[in-house]
Antibody, heavy 121, light 108 residues
Framework: EVQLVQSGAEVKKPGESLKISCEGSGFTFSNFWIGWVRQMPGKGLEWMGI????????RYSPSFQGQVTISVDKSINTAYLQWSSLKASDTAIYYCARHGVLGEYNWFDPWGQGTQVTVSS | EIVLTQSPGTLSLSPGERATLSCRAS???????LAWYQQRPGQSPRLLIY???RRASGIPDRFSGSGSGTDFTLTISRLEPEDFAVYYCQHYSNSPRTFGQGTKVEIK
């Protein structure tokens, strides 16, 4: 079974750093782009960016470029999303998702269970 | 950046009725590079449709997608209780990929 399992909920203070993870199983991790999607409280889905584990090639949405870093460790089938200095406005659920088929331009399937990030003083 | 506009924002229907959801792209370059997702409360999104009209694995045939270019439609032929949820379209034609703002299908 193709599966993405994300790390658990986090509560952080403004200015702190954070790295959340997404571990893939049931498929050849290096071959599929992995993406991150933000969902702020009560809001819709926002495409943040994607990474190709095979060579760490990364694409960011302009809205998130410079705000977060997407990385990967293909030796342990895990993708990461990290912040160097969190803001209250980073409070959201963050989903990872795999591309449905090989290739850079396609849909997300499946999705991880989501990681709740809460930033509050 | 391609903006996807979904309408209506909320659709109030009864079980058994037909639901028609719209997704319009600001530019016509996406061809059929469009997906639809369902998100039930408290759950992760789930892929329903890709390439505008192809049903994902395990998706019931009451869900269908159509359209190309700028105008796309998701149709649910007969609403089941589990179909009341929020639906999002997403293009994957170029960067950045974007999502529509969502259509909530609620019980009337």
């Amino acid at each position: 079974e193709v599966q993405l399992v994300q790390s658990g909920a986090e509560v952080k203070k403004p200015g702190e750093s954070l790295k959340i993870s997404c571990e893939g199983s049931g498929f050849t991790f290096s071959n599929f782009w992995i993406g991150w999607v933000r969902q702020m409280p009560g809001k819709g889905l926002e495409w943040m960016g994607i990474i190709y584990p095979g060579d760490s090639d990364t694409r960011y949405s302009p809205s998130f470029q410079g705000q977060v870093t997407i990385s990967v460790d293909k030796s342990i089938n895990t993708a990461y999303l990290q912040w160097s200095s969190l803001k209250a406005s980073d409070t959201a659920i963050y989903y990872c998702a795999r591309h449905g088929v090989l290739g850079e331009y396609n849909w997300f399937d499946p999705w991880g269970q989501g990681t709740q990030v809460t930033v509050s003083s | 950046e391609i903006v996807l506009t979904q309408s209506p924002g909320t659709l109030s229907l009864s079980p058994g009725e037909r639901a028609t959801l719209s997704c319009r792209a600001s530019q016509g370059v996406i061809s059929t590079d469009l997906a639809w997702y369902q998100q039930r409360p408290g759950q992760s999104p789930r892929l329903l449709i890709y390439h505008a009209s192809r049903r994902a694995s395990g998706i019931p045939d009451r869900f269908s997608g159509s359209g190309s270019g700028t105008d796309f439609t998701l149709t649910i032929s007969r609403l089941e209780p589990e179909d009341f949820a929020v639906y999002y379209c997403q293009h994957y034609s170029n960067s950045p990929r974007t999502f529509g703002q969502g259509t909530k299908v609620e019980i009337k």
